[in-house]
């Protein structure tokens, strides 16, 4: 497809479970992001991949939360032992290059039970 | 550091004009501004890289003030598809100031 895709779409989990969320970004782009937003709030930014650079991590909330990007396309955000102030949607976005505009999937909304 | 934006919600009727701001503490490379419409993905509107820039589509315009470390968008005869909560995103001059969204407008224009 030409846009950001993200999936799944929805996943309810329990407390405790690990989860893996993927995102795959519009061909050919180098800048990819990963943010959460809870109900009726902000974007918050968890991690950035640039090209082949070090990933910038600075905004992962704990040692629970990582993510990997592979071969510079598809991301996977995993989230292990589940919390239940972890439960938000979670946005990715890419684009072409840093400092462009941004292009946002639909988001994983995540429910932790 | 995120940017703060102002003010927090505003209410419009169709017609009227809008001015949202937003200022960072740190100097900038560049601002973004996004919308998102309740349940959806944010949609990018325009950036601004320069000093001084101002670019424009349609009835929303935006401003990059360099010196002051601040823009705005301007939203001239509303229209009801405005709606939506507006975010800035800024990118700090400094290495290691990566990209960082403001809290959000939330923006409603009623018939």
């Known amino acids: 497809g030409a846009g950001v895709s993200q999936s799944p779409s929805n996943k309810v989990t329990e407390k405790g479970k690990d989860v893996e969320l993927r995102c795959d970004p519009i061909s050919g782009h180098t800048a990819l992001y990963w943010y959460r937003q809870s109900l009726g709030q902000g974007l918050e930014f968890l991690i950035y991949?640039?090209?082949?650079?070090?990933?910038?991590k600075s905004g992962l909330p704990s040692d629970r939360f990582s993510a990997e990007r592979t071969g510079g396309s598809v991301s996977t955000l995993t989230i292990q032992r589940t919390q239940q102030e972890d439960s938000a949607v979670y946005l990715c976005?890419?684009?072409?290059?840093?400092?462009?505009?941004?292009?946002f999937g639909d988001g994983t909304r995540l429910s932790i039970l | 550091q995120q940017p703060v934006q102002s003010p927090q919600a505003v209410i419009l009727r169709e017609g009227e004009d809008a001015v949202i701001n937003c200022s960072s503490s740190k100097a900038l490379y560049s601002v973004h501004w996004y919308r998102q419409k309740h349940g959806e993905a944010p949609v990018f509107l325009m950036i601004l890289l320069k000093g001084g820039e101002q670019k424009g589509h349609d009835k929303i315009s935006a401003s990059f003030n360099e010196k002051k470390q601040q823009s705005s968008l301007y939203l001239t005869a509303s229209q009801l598809s405005y709606s939506g909560t507006y975010f800035c995103?800024?990118?700090?001059?400094?290495?290691?100031?990566?990209?960082?969204f403001g809290p959000g407008t939330r923006l409603s224009v009623l018939p």
């Open positions: 995103g800024t990118e700090g001059k400094n290495y290691g100031q990566n990209f960082v």
């Open positions: 991949f640039q090209g082949n650079s070090a990933p910038d």
């Open positions: 976005a890419s684009s072409s290059q840093q400092n462009q505009p941004q292009h």
